[in-house]
């Protein structure tokens, strides 16, 4: 399997874990699976690694990460891909896993869990670490621009450089739209931020610095149209038509140019096919843990907010605990003769390989 993006479908391959969802709990346990040798490949729906740092508040500060008095959501994805690469885990980006089933050991030992995604690689693992946070990932479509897709607009910015000299156009209102829009206008020719209301749903402090930066603020408006030949050149906005006393008034159209348009119109999320795999759930939307993250299926264990119990708290710091405790019992699973502690990592900073 290739360790940098999506690979080709209809692949199979062997691993020890498969960890479904690339949010910071899932690259953490990435990590920790190096560290117990165990090869280990990840799969997520989006596009990008980080799950919902990355998709909703890169650049906000985090300041309840041990360690960290503050650290950017960016930075701190960096450092969790950083953490892992060691491990050279396999990343399988933009596609949700789908299907599984059991298919017996060969050798007799535990039964190989067999995991299809919605490109058809097949994933053989010995067990699965489903860190999905709320579910997968789905950005909310922009209708008027769909059709640039990959040629100008995108859900996400994964990489500022290629906004470098660009007229951007930003749609939305939340934290990742605010954020973005702040990130990119000391490096964009020009920076458009469009909302359809007045309020904004971003951080009252974020809102503040947006209003008091050099970006062109428009509310009350939509993008309804897109243009261009090859690639995305220009968009139209149409003010919100409004009520007044002699009827509906509707603003005039204008039209801007716009190299990079932006979509943070936020995301559904649900757990789509894993409610077909057996795991006991609670309210429909979160897998039920005992103390050692397993969940009712055998192989199958759990970590992070997707995960239920009683005193559960959704904290990242808390997901990394979690998912440490699910790989090292993860690796009893696969070997019973295995230690369930794994030793402090200064004293053995190297993986040590399980028995196969």
Not at 201 to 227: D, F, K, M, W, Y
Not at 228 to 253: A, M, S, Y
Request: hydrophobic share 40%.
């Amino acid at each position: 399997m290739s360790n940098n993006g999506s690979s080709p479908s209809a692949l199979t391959d062997d691993v020890d874990v498969l960890i479904v969802g690339a949010g910071p709990v899932g690259l953490f346990g990435a990590y920790y699976a190096g560290v117990r040798g165990l090869r280990t490949a990840v799969v997520d729906s989006l596009s990008q690694v980080g799950g919902q740092v990355s998709a909703m508040y890169p650049e906000k500060q985090i300041y309840d990460i041990a360690g960290f008095p503050a650290v950017s959501g960016r930075d701190l994805i960096a450092g969790l891909v950083e953490q892992a690469a060691q491990y050279q885990p396999t990343y399988l980006l933009g596609q949700e896993a789908q299907t599984l089933h059991r298919e017996p050991d060969p050798g007799g030992g535990i039964d190989r869990l067999v995991v299809t995604t919605s490109a058809g690689t097949k994933i053989v693992t010995r067990t699965i670490v489903v860190t999905g946070g709320i579910g997968t990932f789905t950005p909310r479509p922009l209708p008027a621009g769909e059709d640039f897709l990959g040629r100008g607009l995108e859900y996400f910015v994964p990489d500022p450089a290629s906004y470098v000299g660009r007229a951007v156009v930003i749609v939305g209102g939340g934290d990742s739209a605010v954020d973005w829009a702040l990130m990119l206008h000391p490096i964009a020719s020009s920076v458009t931020l469009v909302h359809r209301r007045d309020q904004f749903r971003a951080h009252h402090g974020s809102v503040e610095a947006l209003h008091a930066s050099p970006v062109t603020v428009i509310t009350n408006a939509q993008v309804t149209a897109t243009r261009g030949d090859r690639t995305l050149e220009e968009v139209t906005i149409t003010p919100n038509p409004v009520k007044g006393p002699d009827g509906v008034v509707k603003g005039e159209p204008q039209t801007l140019p716009c190299e990079r348009l932006v979509a943070a119109l936020g995301f559904t999320a649900n757990l789509g096919p894993l409610r077909e795999w057996g795991v006991d759930l609670h309210d429909n939307r979160h897998l039920i843990v005992d103390s050692a993250m397993r969940t009712n299926v055998p192989g199958i264990f759990s970590a992070g907010d997707i995960t239920e119990y009683d005193g559960k708290v959704r904290l990242i710091a808390v997901g990394f605990g979690e998912v440490a405790t699910a790989v090292n019992n993860a690796a009893v699973h696969i070997d019973p003769e295995a230690q369930l502690f794994p030793g402090h990592s200064t004293d053995n900073p190297h993986p040590v390989a399980l028995t196969t």
